[in-house]
């Protein structure tokens, strides 16, 4: 079938009860909206694209996704974050594959024409951000912002998924490096495909999949472990708890946020281990991480329901984090010493399954 109109797809009458009906429908959908915003962005001299704070594979390679569907260098979109990559097999991965995140300050916001956020959302900043024109992410959608276009899709595994659809909708080329970093993306923030992912995060790995560098994957995911995440695995172990198949832990002042996200994981490989909630304090900020095998009761529910009062709090079934100033925990439950925060913690989780 010829047709004359560039951006419409034909099909035979007997393909539209199919499969490739609804595909075709959702990305010419996907089309449109890449369209309008590649257009908006097309005339900006200079364009932020901000991760969230310790930025981990699925940000870094948002940002080098969405940098080729704008048709931008490194020069004209910069890929910026409040905070560091600190996490060694993130650091790994941003040395192999040349990604530079540039560590920026909010009075810098204003010297950009225009702001896309990629793997996250404004409210996770905790400060009014000047403007925000474009916002794409697969965590569950947050209110307290505007921007001009959105792309919120929290039935997804990663934000990589969502800008594969975005390339793809637009015919863009997707180069060895950008394929490499995203297929390692939705590898690592769907554990493979064991938690929270569905046959759209497949789909998108199994694109990229011819596209990108096995053995460099391979590379990147052979960071070690390392003697400083020995000591704290030995520190939940002395202070953790196991009650009820609920392993909950506070780790006191922590050097670094990812350590705490890192046990929340490690502790959930343990038998008879349902759900893990590890907290600890960074620079006077309470982090709460949480995870479960994701068929029980929602992680993401729980942190919004238990501290979303006083802080960012939010997260999916299978995955949660909450960010408190210490300020706020104590006005809500006390000047509480270390024993009392991981039985708060403990008393929180245990209620909620319980409702």
């Known amino acids: ?85 600190t996490r060694p097999e993130n650091l790994r991965m941003a040395k192999l594959l040349d990604i530079q995140v540039e560590r920026i300050t909010p009075d810098a916001f204003n010297h950009f024409d225009r702001v896309a956020t990629v793997d996250v959302q404004p409210h996770y900043f905790g400060i009014a951000l000047p403007k925000v024109d474009l916002v794409i992410d697969h965590h569950p959608e947050q209110p307290g912002y505007t921007a001009i276009y959105k792309d919120i899709r929290a039935d997804y595994g990663s934000t990589s998924t969502i800008l594969t659809e975005h390339l793809r909708a637009v015919g863009m080329s997707i180069s060895e490096r950008t394929a490499t970093a995203m297929l390692y993306a939705i590898k690592s923030d769907t554990l493979f495909f064991a938690r929270h992912t569905n046959r759209l995060d497949l789909d998108a790995f199994t694109y990229l999949y011819p596209l990108a560098d096995s053995a460099m994957i391979r590379k990147m995911e052979g960071a070690e472990i390392t003697l400083e995440r020995l000591e704290y695995v030995r520190r939940a172990m002395k202070y953790g708890a196991l009650h009820n198949q609920v392993f909950t832990a506070f780790l006191g002042t922590s050097s670094r946020e990812d350590f705490i996200v890192y046990l929340a994981d490690f502790f959930l490989q343990l038998e008879d281990v349902k759900w893990t909630v590890v907290a600890g304090v960074v620079n006077d900020t309470l982090i709460v991480s949480v995870r479960n095998l994701g068929y029980t009761r929602n992680a993401g529910e729980f942190v919004r329901q238990s501290f979303a009062d006083i802080g960012s709090a939010g997260g999916h079934r299978s995955m949660a984090k909450a960010l408190l100033p210490l300020e706020n925990f104590r006005e809500k439950f006390g000047n509480l010493d270390d024993a009392q925060v991981a039985q708060t913690l403990h008393q929180l989780i245990n209620a909620f399954l319980k409702d």
């Open 1 to 85: 079938m010829h047709l004359e109109f560039p951006n419409v797809t034909g099909l035979e009458v007997a393909e539209l009860l199919s499969e490739p009906l609804l595909t075709q429908l959702s990305r010419s959908t996907t089309r449109a909206k890449v369209q309008q915003y590649q257009r908006y962005f097309a005339d900006a001299d200079r364009v932020l694209i901000l991760l969230h704070n310790d930025p981990d594979p699925d940000a870094m390679a948002s940002g080098l996704a969405l940098r080729t569907v704008l048709r931008r260098t490194k020069t004209t979109a910069i890929i910026g974050a409040l905070g560091d990559v």
